[in-house]
């Protein structure tokens, strides 16, 4: 589909969920994907943080070289959280036994094991891990994939043009809510405190097997507007009262791009990334990057920083609000009774169902599939 306004599609062909599709409420994040887990500024020098994707508890720690690692948050041992424990160079040593693995969750120490000793476990899960954008990405799914996976491109991070606001939030909601939140912007009523009337005219969308772009008209057509919505859309600068405004979930990530009038390049660039924490999918952490275009005038945006973080956290205050009701009708529902009319919302619903993997459909590290990237030492006896 190019090009299309499907606002004039039959009300009737999307009266109410479709029974013989899956529920995408139930639908797991596809771990075949680098996944942002932490802050890089978080994971500090020889310091270990707990992290988790669905319900997997993994622990970050930084060794004396400034590399990160990630391992499985439990000891062969005795499962206590390596996300305890003490880094020593390279190395991590679990706090109670001091088992000590190394950064591909081999063990390379276990001090007190003699000759003839019962013979050990080989080791943890370690998962591929990367930095990137001031983030810590992990790779959780089959990591012979991790290679040919890319991270996502951001051109504007890092541009002497603009200037990154970093966001990392927890939300109680599954994570296709808040593809749905960015993408509709027919909800412009719940903003209408910070914003003013806002009226967002859709001017078409594509969409394929993996994503789904729309562009909106923004017209502002009265009300009280914050003054810190209008430095972030370059009023001012501009001089237009109508912005372009562009939305693209592209699996698993999502992007909003903002032209104001009279433009030429985006007044601020939005990366998004939901990362799913429990197991049953329910809570998400938002990962944000927001790059703002550094206006002409200098010292603007400095000045400006604060006002447009708190502006930002408004709507994103309000933004949860909504979605994590939506969660709670869930939840208490037992099922998803969402009766959706606006065909770019059904169409990316399919996208996150068709990308997506069933809940559960892992199996717990032990078995083959989510551990057979670990490379275990096969004798650990002496080692250092």
């Not at 592209?250 to 601020?268: C, G, I, M, W």
């Not at 400095?302 to 006002?307: C, H, S, Y």
Request: glycine share 8%; net charge neutral; charged share 25%.
């Amino acid at each position: 589909m190019t090009e299309t306004d499907r606002a004039a599609a039959e009300p009737s062909e999307h009266t109410g969920p479709d029974p013989a599709k899956a529920d995408l409420r139930r639908v797991g994040a596809n771990p075949d994907h680098w996944y942002p887990v932490a802050l890089s500024r978080r994971v500090r020098a020889e310091q270990v943080l707990a992290a988790t994707f669905a319900g997997e508890r993994i622990a970050l720690f930084r060794g004396k070289s400034g590399e990160v690692h990630a391992l499985e948050d439990r000891c062969a041992h005795r499962q206590v959280p390596l996300s305890m424990g003490v880094v020593e160079g390279e190395t991590l040593r679990c706090r109670y036994h001091a088992w000590a693995y190394r950064g591909d969750g081999r063990i390379s120490q276990i001090p007190y094991l003699a000759k003839g000793d019962r013979r050990p476990p080989r080791g943890v899960r370690g998962y591929p891990v990367r930095e990137a954008y001031g983030l810590v990405f992990v790779f959780p799914g089959d990591p012979r994939r991790a290679a040919a996976t890319p991270l996502p491109h951001l051109p504007a991070f890092g541009s002497p043009r603009y200037r990154t606001m970093t966001y990392s939030r927890t939300v109680r909601c599954h994570y296709s809510f808040m593809h749905e939140n960015l993408l509709d912007m027919n909800h412009q009523f719940l903003h209408r405190g910070v914003v003013g009337r806002l009226h967002p005219e859709l001017l078409g969308y594509e969409t394929d097997e993996r994503s789904v772009e729309a562009r909106y008209l923004f017209t502002h057509t009265g009300g009280k507007r914050n003054r810190s919505a209008g430095l972030l859309a370059a009023e001012g600068i501009g001089g237009g009262t109508a912005d372009v405004m562009t939305i693209r979930t592209d699996y698993p990530y999502q992007t909003l791009d903002l032209v104001p009038e009279n433009a030429d390049r985006p007044a601020f660039r939005l990366w998004a990334a939901y990362v799913p924490e429990d197991a049953e999918q329910r809570t998400c952490r938002a990962f944000g990057l927001l790059m703002i275009d550094k206006p002409g005038i200098p010292g603007l945006l400095q000045v400006a920083w604060p006002f447009i973080r708190r502006f930002t956290e408004r709507v994103f205050a309000e933004d949860r609000m909504a979605v994590e009701a939506e969660q709670r009708a869930w939840d208490e529902q037992g099922e998803d009774r969402n009766h959706e009319v606006f065909p770019l919302i059904l169409d990316v619903r399919e996208v996150l169902r068709r990308n997506g993997v069933p809940l559960r459909a892992r199996a717990a590290c032990g078995s083959a599939s989510p551990c057979e990237g670990a490379r275990l030492t096969d004798d650990v006896r002496g080692q250092e």
